[in-house]
């Protein structure tokens, strides 16, 4: 039987702390997820979706972007994959009773996590200035809403389309080019918070923003290196990935400024040694990096070999630098010139530790390096994966076998979502095939990215704001500043298959409009629909759902997008109703516009569907500026942490994926029913005159001179190992001390994970 929405929000009143664990998944695992499937779905409807997720006939995982192998296992699933079906897949209801009973104001108050336990939405809702309640809206009346605001605009570029990483490939198509022809490239997405650091790094370096590897390469690889990663919370399925590896003989090193449990050791419930046993110890290095420091500590790498270089030439890859790469001699003049000195100070490691690593980086043939969000969300992320490519470029680690980069994606389309043309920047080359296909000229001035539009909304330069999927105020930095933003829309949209925080944050006029889940049965004119995905891997695939929609009322994202599309655009040059009645019509255009995508519905229909062309992994061809790979000298700068002071990262908790909250437990650090908690090293906490579970607000410093503080209010301190002067709390609780204006150089991305804070002690009850 289903468990009820809970009835009353939860507070942190019942908080408890243990100590963290020291490995992943297990028993323990398999009996989080049956609660989760159990209390949303019921068994049986559970078992059912469940024996079709991430397999060949079934559905992808609304979750993570990571792949799967070609012999997949009965259960192809991880226990926050199974937490993510089951919220989308619950037989929990909101109706309009609900949103008759409870005013935005009420809403407004609640937490997320209350918000997201609430149930599935089945009707689309409208709120206008001076409502104290949402009301239902028919589709019809609400589409000639949107696009009567849409039409009314001065300018096209007035408007902002947002997109989250779970919309498919055909939805995403559909919805670019409904913008480009509306007239604006103001297309932001969630990769702009993300990966948008890897993207451009990559793009600079080797001509591509993806990743290089296949899970072949994983599995071949001799040393793999983990980095500002932790795939036992955020991307699990990588750990039996690891585990394959490592018994294979591979090498694993993890960098990062928290131990995490998954790293440590895998218990996997698929092995008899994961359930009865202790399973696989992974890690077989760990450096406890400073946050920030890893710049540092891949420039010093670099030296180090560059040294070793000098004793045995063959340490380099001569051939591959001199037939493929270029700056080789500009990046070594550079890095020769290193400061050991600031080099300690950045990273807090000895220099053994960073000649052990480089001593593993020698002995190793094949090198893996995988990153995640530890190494996009700071001002230097850029030139820090440059550094990476780097590393990989000197001993010929691209596009050989078992070796390459591999930023590891979030959202399970995300990569894909990208490469349909969600992008504030497209390329000429994009526009040009897009604009011959369909008979329009394409705006061709770039448009406003994720940060970019918050400020326009704030500024009166957006008044329209539209969004397919994502919760976009819980996702965003500096909240105060985003949600007055988004409050000065004349109207905002919100495609959803969930409540959440965003819809509670409203323009004059606000809308939500429900839709279909990954998992649900998509029946339009010519018969059930299938979609697609790309996963971090470059590998496309079908994603079919099989349960029956959670409403009668619900539509599909295409739908949406299409009859938006038709009532803004009423002499549009595209077929929106056959798009809407056969996604085979969208493919097709897809295989016309988008490179990789020649006979698009013939081989997305193959068993696994099939794998994108990437130059530099197929033929060691580099489409950069210079025709090569390009090696680059990157200024190192040490961020100094003031006394008194610490740099706190946000991170997700264990029962959270992005701004979605399945729990208040924090299993692996330890953490019970709660989630305002701050994680500090014993040693700082000394140094502070700060007692461990002592109640403190986060002050965010000024980001500029005369700027404003930044609050986060009442969280419990946390004895905890992370690295020295370093601290975390979880998001989107601590996303109001991000400061708008502190990004990413060349990437624009929020810097979340180096935020300059003190603890302030919360007067005594």
Request: glycine fraction near 8%; include cysteine; aromatic fraction near 6%.
């Amino acid at each position: 039987m289903v468990k009820p929405a809970p009835e009353h929000d939860v507070d942190d009143s019942a908080l408890e702390v243990s100590d963290p664990v020291d490995h992943a998944a297990g028993v323990k695992a398999v009996v989080s997820s049956m609660k989760h499937l159990r209390d949303q779905m019921g068994p049986v409807r559970a078992t059912r979706t469940m024996a079709r997720i991430n397999q060949k006939d079934g559905f992808d995982c609304p979750g993570c972007a990571w792949p799967e192998g070609k012999h997949r296992h009965a259960a192809e699933f991880c226990e926050n994959g199974a937490k993510a079906v089951a919220e989308e897949a619950t037989e929990r209801r909101i109706t309009r009773d609900f949103f008759a009973s409870h005013s935005v104001d009420d809403l407004a108050w609640r937490s997320g996590y209350w918000l997201g336990q609430q149930g599935r939405l089945t009707e689309p809702m409208l709120f206008t200035a001076g409502d104290t309640h949402y009301r239902p809206i028919g589709w019809d009346e609400a589409f000639d809403l949107v696009a009567a605001e849409l039409q009314r605009l001065d300018s096209p570029d007035e408007a902002a389309f947002y997109t989250s990483g779970r919309t498919s490939n055909e939805a995403a198509f559909a919805y670019q080019l409904f913008a480009r022809e509306f007239g604006t490239n103001n297309m932001p997405d969630c990769s702009n918070m993300c990966h948008e650091s890897s993207g451009v790094a990559l793009t600079e370096t080797i001509g591509i923003g993806k990743g290089s590897v296949s899970l072949e390469d994983v599995h071949r690889a001799d040393l793999i290196l983990v980095v500002g990663q932790n795939p036992g919370t955020n991307h699990p399925r990588m750990l039996s990935a690891l585990e394959k590896a490592k018994r294979a003989g591979s090498k694993i090193i993890t960098i990062n400024p928290l131990p995490e449990a998954g790293l440590i050791r895998f218990k996997n419930p698929q092995n008899p040694s994961g359930v009865i046993g202790r399973g696989t110890r992974l890690a077989d290095l760990f450096l406890q990096i400073r946050v920030n420091g890893d710049l540092a500590l891949f420039q010093a790498l670099g030296r180090l070999l560059l040294e070793a270089a000098e004793k045995d030439p063959s340490v380099l890859d001569q051939s591959f630098i001199d037939e493929h790469t270029h700056g080789f001699a500009e990046y070594a003049d550079h890095v020769r010139a290193l400061d050991w000195d600031q080099v300690g100070a950045a990273t807090g490691l000895t220099r053994s530790e960073i000649e052990q690593t480089a001593a593993m980086l020698l002995a190793s043939e094949r090198t893996v390096v995988c990153w995640a969000m530890g190494l996009t969300q700071h001002r230097n992320s850029v030139p820090t994966i440059r550094e990476i490519v780097n590393v990989l470029l000197l001993r010929g680690n691209i596009g050989r076998p078992g070796a390459g980069v591999c930023p590891v994606r979030g959202h399970s389309n995300v990569q894909g979502d990208r490469t349909m043309g969600i992008y504030e920047k497209p390329p000429a080359a994009f526009l040009d095939a897009l604009g011959a296909e369909f008979g329009f000229e394409p705006p061709r001035e770039h448009g406003f990215d994720t940060v970019e539009t918050i400020r326009a909304m704030r500024d009166g330069r957006v008044k329209v704001f539209f969004a397919v999927g994502g919760n976009f105020v819980s996702a965003t930095p500096d909240t105060e500043v985003t949600e007055a933003a988004m409050r000065t829309c004349r109207l905002t949209v919100h495609v959803s298959t969930k409540l959440n925080r965003s819809h509670l944050v409203t323009g004059e006029k606000a809308l939500i409009l429900p839709t279909l889940g990954r998992t649900e049965v998509d029946r339009q004119a010519s018969g059930d629909q299938f979609v697609s995905v790309e996963d971090s891997m470059c590998a496309v695939h079908a994603s079919r759902g099989h349960l029956a929609p959670a409403a009668e009322t619900l539509l599909s994202e295409v739908a949406i997008v299409a009859r938006l599309a038709r009532r803004t655009l009423p002499d549009s040059v595209v077929d929106w109703q056959g798009f809407e009645d056969d996604y085979d019509t969208i493919r097709d255009r897809i295989a016309r516009v988008v490179p990789g995508f020649e006979d698009f519905n013939t081989r997305i229909r193959g068993e696994d569907g099939f794998v994108l062309p990437h130059p530099p992994r197929d033929a060691r061809r580099f489409p950069t500026s210079t025709g090569k790979a390009n090696f680059t000298a990157n200024h190192l700068e040490v961020l100094q942490v003031p006394q008194g002071h610490l740099l706190l990262q946000t991170i997700r908790s264990h029962d959270q994926y992005n701004t979605t909250i399945y729990g208040l437990d924090d299993r692996y650090r330890g953490i019970s029913n709660g989630r305002r908690v701050v994680f500090v090293n014993p040693d700082d906490l000394a140094d502070l005159g700060i007692a461990d579970a002592a109640m403190v607000d986060l002050v965010g410093v000024a980001d500029s001179p005369g700027g404003a503080e930044r609050r986060a209010e009442s969280f419990r301190v946390v004895s905890f190992p992370t690295a020295r002067q370093c601290a975390a709390a979880y998001f989107p609780e601590t996303n109001v001390l991000v400061p708008l204006d502190s990004t990413a150089e060349g990437s624009n991305t929020p810097t979340s994970k180096s935020v300059l804070v003190r603890l302030e002690p919360r007067p005594a009850r």
